[in-house]
């Protein structure tokens, strides 16, 4: 493994669809974090797995979000009824302990 | 509550000469931990240094240095002799270590251009 990988790098979907991205986190690490960054600002924490189990997950994720991590390997993030609000750059990152590790992102266009 | 604040939103300099990023940061916790990211044009965050609370030794890594001082809440990067490669956002972030999920709250960022 040399770092962690994203896809898709760029997506861009109508209002209203359903769109998935993957994180593929460096294989020894057990944390994997998702963040979300829009344009101008700091990335925004979303949610976080401890191996396969959600531990926690911000205000910021509604109903529509939805994230998994199938035996506490890669991640998904799910985005349902896409909003434009929801145009984004979705950074995953992984770590053994404090200090991470980023991927390259998901940058979301929602048109 | 934990909050970064990076009050520079943009700096320019010619190239060699050295530039300051100013970090300030809120927590209620003792014990936390400070980084400091790059973010280059192609947009992937890169790790530059984590700093312990309970370290307020300065740290010099090449060109970089950066200042911890608790007694002002803040952690100050400084970049000496300058390079157009350091063209980037620098985003200061804080993490409260007695947190379970050591989520990392991030400032807003600092844009720095270096001009050739």
């Known amino acids: 493994d040399t770092g962690v990988s994203q896809d898709p790098r760029h997506k861009i979907t109508k209002r209203g669809q359903n769109v998935t991205f993957r994180c593929d986190p460096i294989?020894?690490?057990?944390?994997l974090y998702w963040y979300r960054q829009t344009l101008g600002q700091g990335p925004e924490f979303l949610t976080y797995?401890?191996?396969?189990?959600?531990?926690?997950k911000s205000r910021l994720l509604s109903d529509r979000f939805s994230a998994e991590r199938p035996k506490g390997s890669f991640s998904t993030l799910e985005i349902q009824r896409t909003e434009q609000g929801d145009s984004a750059m979705y950074l995953c990152?992984?770590?053994?302990?404090?200090?991470?590790?980023f991927g390259s992102g998901t940058r979301l266009t929602v048109v | 509550a934990q909050k970064v604040t990076q009050a520079q939103t943009e700096i320019s300099v010619v190239e060699k000469e050295d530039v300051t990023l100013d970090c300030v940061y809120e927590?209620?916790?003792?014990?936390?931990?400070l980084f400091w990211y790059k973010q280059p044009p192609s947009g992937e965050l890169v790790f530059l240094i984590r700093?312990?609370?309970?370290?307020?030794q300065n740290e010099i890594s090449g060109r970089y240095s950066w200042n911890f001082q608790k007694s002002t809440s803040s952690f100050n990067f400084t970049i000496t002799a300058s390079q157009v490669v350091d063209s980037a956002v620098y985003f200061c972030?804080?993490?409260?270590?007695?947190?379970?999920?050591?989520?990392?709250?991030f400032g807003k960022g600092t844009r720095l251009h270096i001009l050739p």
């Open positions: 700093r312990n609370s309970f370290d307020e």
């Open positions: 990152a992984s770590s053994p302990a404090v200090g991470y590790t």
């Open positions: 294989s020894e690490h057990n944390r």
């Open positions: 797995f401890q191996n396969e189990a959600q531990l926690e």
């Open positions: 972030a804080l993490s409260e270590a007695g947190g379970r999920d050591d989520k990392i709250i």
């Open positions: 927590t209620r916790d003792t014990t936390y931990y």
